[in-house]
């Protein structure tokens, strides 16, 4: 697959804060990619600095081979959305469409209709008459979304466009978006710190802290094998248990030794953390020879919807308490309830270690 966009060493500072440190990153023609991070840790600065709307302090950007580093927003080929939305609100849905289109010098018939293919490729044919403040807030979107798309555009950024919308309509917006980028092929970056969102959505996910990349891969690479004690913490729920790495492919914590992966890069006798993702702690049907078998008693009990998180406390571990996830039928059919004392494992290929 062809490289559409390449970054190369991209430095953003502001004084002397580093906000952007030395960031390189490929994405191929077509792909979805997500930038996913805490607040503050340089994915939008990141996506503005690939828009041109804030320039980084050094590095490069080429788009399609063509060197865009240092032209100004409206030499380069992207459309955006924010979270804002940014439409005008004494303009119609219409002309807030074909806006960019009016700047082109595009003819007047051939606006109208590609503003009428538009909407109606985003759901909303029959709202051009309508002004922004007609529309909720999942329809304003939609407006943004085919405004960004009306100069076909060879890039579509998308800056958070959808923390501003309820749960419902966001759940709904994500898969239309994606359903959307895949029938255009139109290459897009969206910036996110809903993990769900880019779980969902991204072919690739770009995790960043602290104005760097700390792991670039696809949702299921990020989640199962994330590549720091970060990347660990901040997708998905996950278990942190202190521990000193007794083996390549052995942990104590608290007096028991677990069996795990053999690791690389730590040594014996290192602190460590060994995690694991709450839903993979084994529970039911535990072979007599099961390795990493735990006694626990169950402290507490918290109802989720579709499953129970439950509080382990470890037995004969000190205060080592640890997550997991129940379905209602594990539940019921094993008697889970507060108190409850049961064999759990932890299987060693669900295990990650991380220096401490």
Do not use: W
Not at 86 to 111: C, E, Q
Not at 205 to 231: L, S
Not at 317 to 327: H, I, K
């Amino acid at each position: 697959m062809s490289s559409h966009l390449e970054v190369r060493n991209l430095h953003k500072r502001y004084g002397d804060f580093t906000a952007l440190g030395d960031i390189s990153l490929d994405i191929a023609e077509g792909e979805f990619v997500c930038f996913l991070g805490p607040s503050g840790c340089g994915k939008t600065t990141l996506l503005r600095a690939i828009a041109g709307l804030d320039p980084q302090t050094s590095g490069s950007i080429h788009q399609k081979g063509r060197d865009v580093s240092a032209l100004p927003p409206a030499k380069r080929d992207f459309g955006i959305v924010f979270q804002s939305y940014a439409l005008f609100p004494n303009l119609t849905v219409s002309d807030n469409v074909g806006y960019g289109l009016v700047s082109r010098g595009m003819k007047r018939a051939d606006i109208v209709k590609r503003v009428e293919e538009l909407l109606i490729l985003v759901g909303l044919p029959d709202s051009g008459p309508k002004y922004p403040a007609q529309l909720s807030g999942g329809q304003q979107q939609r407006v943004a979304l085919a405004r960004a798309l009306a100069t076909s555009p060879g890039l579509l950024l998308l800056d958070e466009p959808l923390s501003a919308l309820d749960a419902r309509v966001r759940l709904r917006l994500r898969h239309e978006i994606k359903a959307l980028q895949r029938r255009l092929g139109v290459t897009t970056i969206m910036v996110t710190h809903d993990q769900e969102e880019a779980l969902t959505m991204a072919d690739r996910i770009v995790v960043m802290n602290q104005g760097a990349i700390e792991q670039v891969g696809t949702p299921q690479e990020i989640y199962r094998r994330p590549a720091t004690a970060f990347v660990a913490d901040f997708v998905g729920s996950m278990n942190f248990l202190s521990g000193t790495l007794r083996a390549p492919d052995k942990v104590e914590v608290a007096g028991l030794v677990f069996d795990c992966v053999p690791q690389d890069g730590l040594r014996t006798g290192n602190k460590v953390a060994l995690c694991i993702r709450p839903e993979d702690v084994r529970v039911r049907d535990l072979p007599a020879d099961v390795g990493n078998r735990v006694a626990v008693e169950v402290a507490e009990l918290d109802f989720v919807g579709a499953f129970c998180r439950a509080t382990l406390k470890v037995q004969g571990a000190g205060d080592v308490a640890m997550t997991a996830d129940f379905s209602s039928n594990l539940i019921r059919d094993l008697g889970v309830e507060l108190g409850r004392k049961l064999d759990v494992a932890l299987p060693p290929d669900r295990l990650q270690v991380f220096a401490a």
